[in-house]
């Protein structure tokens, strides 16, 4: 997290600690979960978002000082009239915590303490693995493999909750899902999208807020929401990447850019104060494909963020042409692409291609700036939206997700259908179940997550076709660990070659990508560095992945 030295001049210091409730003990919370704390205010406001702000200074166990905020939540309930405010915090450290709040306009505030434990505790926030930056981590330094599913359901919120876990939340966790990209946090637009196969809507007065009356018309209810989804799965480990973000004016929602720079300012304040404690928030987006540039836009976004989340949350733009990206600024800690424009000068001119794997697969490599890659819309990897555009078959799918693995990146993918309408069960809901023929595709994907857990460290390898020879270019990838790992895919089983260090390389495994069928080889020993080994699948009738290892 980012620490601060104690963050107030002396004056203001000694002012408002004459005007302090002690509050000891208000509860105890676990390493990476949340503490939360609701406290009320009396003073009546014109308005409680705008007329008065709630700060609040956090002190760890062995002394850092953090200084964040609380917000308004109106009567703490969903409605927007009231005296409940909130502090929200993710404690980094075992032990006893101490806090001090205060209101800016010299209202009584108070101290207290909260202890954090081990028992329960989150495995911590998605961050660049400190030991090969291709990968993501816990707190940076405990690699994880993103098992990433695209949840398209914007309108769900306003449907019984318990319904939507049970029917959605729960099957992608069993099924072994530690990641989802979202629609409805922030929830700015496509209401009439939830599960035409579940219970009516409660409610489909779901915007946040109006355009032109940002704290007018802030729509506590729909924050209660979006906290009860988020929480669920927070509670589960389970991270959650913001899709649309905050700019819903590219699917007729609030414009960001109608907001003037102190709306701007207070907004991602008080979005941070509710959202940023959740460990599982993995990763500030500000909407999708956009060119990562613009000051008003989505760079600007990323500077607020970085000003006001002092836990440091992953922050991207998700862009639609990484052939010329801007990941190499320092506003963005991991980079969201789309396999657009990777080889044509016009975007036009590459719609066939859009269903390739090779276009994945350079995506990610191009998107690559020293921070890990996340392939949040790749075209052949969605069935909803875009395979009826592209005609992008279930092969397609499969090829397209080794072809991000092998490129040293994340990626996310979906396997319900239809563009305009959703369901969770049935042909074209969650591709768990026999009816749904997207079910092969979940199959595949899970011999590509254990492959990359239990097969390979993929963690300690990045991307590395340089290595291979004698190969189809577009069709055949190679991740390594020099020395002493590589993984291949190769598409119907094409030939290869590979450069391979000096050693003895005693597991030898072909590995079906369809079936998830093991063929055992022989040992390979390279008796001279950088030698060529040609190797030869079990078969041209599918896609085989090589995994050879020293022992």
């Known amino acids: 997290m980012n620490n601060l030295s104690p963050c107030l001049p002396l004056f203001y210091t000694c002012l408002f600690t004459l005007f302090l409730v002690e509050r000891v003990n208000a509860q105890n919370t676990s390493l990476y979960r949340i503490f939360e704390q609701e406290i009320q205010n009396p003073t009546k406001y014109e308005n409680s978002f705008t007329d008065v702000e709630l700060n609040v200074q956090y002190q760890s166990p062995s002394g850092l000082i953090y200084h964040f905020y609380g917000f308004f939540d109106g009567d703490g309930k969903g409605g927007a009239k009231g005296d409940i405010w909130k502090m929200r915090f993710m404690p980094d450290e ?127 209810g729909v924050w209660k929401r979006m906290e009860q989804h988020l929480s669920w799965l927070n509670d589960q480990d389970m991270g959650v990447h913001m899709f649309l973000g905050v700019d819903g004016s590219r699917n007729d929602g609030p414009d960001w850019t109608k907001l003037s720079s102190v709306e701007k300012d207070k907004f991602v304040r008080y979005m941070v104060a509710r959202l940023a404690p959740f460990s599982n928030l993995a990763g500030w987006n500000f909407v999708w494909e956009v060119p990562g540039d613009r000051e008003n836009r989505e760079l600007g976004f990323a500077r607020l963020i970085d000003k006001y989340d002092v836990f440091n949350h992953l922050v991207t733009y998700e862009d639609e042409f990484p052939r010329e990206n801007e990941y190499g600024r320092s506003e963005y800690s991991f980079a969201a ?6 080889a044509a000068a016009d975007k036009g001119l590459e719609r066939n291609l859009w269903k390739e794997a090779w276009t994945h697969h350079m995506a990610c490599l191009l998107g690559y700036q020293g921070k890990p890659v996340f392939m949040s819309e790749g075209n052949a990897l969605w069935r909803r939206f875009w395979q009826e555009r592209t005609g992008a078959s279930q092969d397609d799918l499969r090829r397209s997700a080794w072809a991000c693995a092998t490129a040293g990146a994340s990626f996310t993918w979906n396997g319900h259908a239809k563009e305009y309408e959703l369901y969770a069960t049935g042909e074209s809901g969650l591709p768990f179940n026999d009816e749904n ?101 079990p078969s041209r009738d599918t896609d085989w992945v090589l995994v050879l290892k020293k022992s």
């Open 94 to 220: 075992v032990g006893t915590w101490k806090y001090t709040y205060y209101w800016t306009d010299k209202t009584k505030g108070g101290k207290g303490t909260f202890k954090c434990t081990k028992e329960n505790a989150s495995p911590g926030l998605l961050q660049a693995y400190d030991q090969n930056p291709h990968w993501l981590a816990y707190n940076g330094s405990e690699p994880v493999w993103l098992k990433s599913y695209y949840e398209t359901g914007h309108g769900s919120l306003g449907q019984d909750f318990d319904w939507i876990v049970e029917n959605v939340y729960q099957p992608l966790k069993a099924n072994g899902y530690n990641h989802l990209q979202v629609n409805w946090l922030l929830s700015l637009c496509c209401f009439g999208q939830y599960y035409l196969d579940g219970p009516k809507p409660e409610t489909l007065d779901l915007a946040l807020y109006e355009e032109g009356d940002l704290f007018g018309s802030m729509n506590l």
């Open 437 to 537: 023929p997207y079910k092969k595709s979940q199959q595949t994907m899970d011999i590509l997550s254990d492959v990359m857990n239990n097969e390979v460290a993929f963690f300690r390898m990045v991307p590395n076709d340089a290595l291979l020879k004698n190969h189809d270019a577009l069709n055949t990838y190679a991740l390594a660990e020099e020395g002493n790992q590589y993984l291949v895919f190769t598409k119907e089983g094409r030939t290869f070659s590979i450069e391979l260090a000096r050693g003895k390389y005693e597991k030898l495994t072909w590995i079906d990508s369809m079936t998830g069928a093991h063929v055992s080889g022989d040992t390979v020993n390279v008796l001279a560095d950088k030698k060529q080994i040609s190797f030869d699948p």
């Open 337 to 342: 692409v789309e396999n657009h424009q990777v």
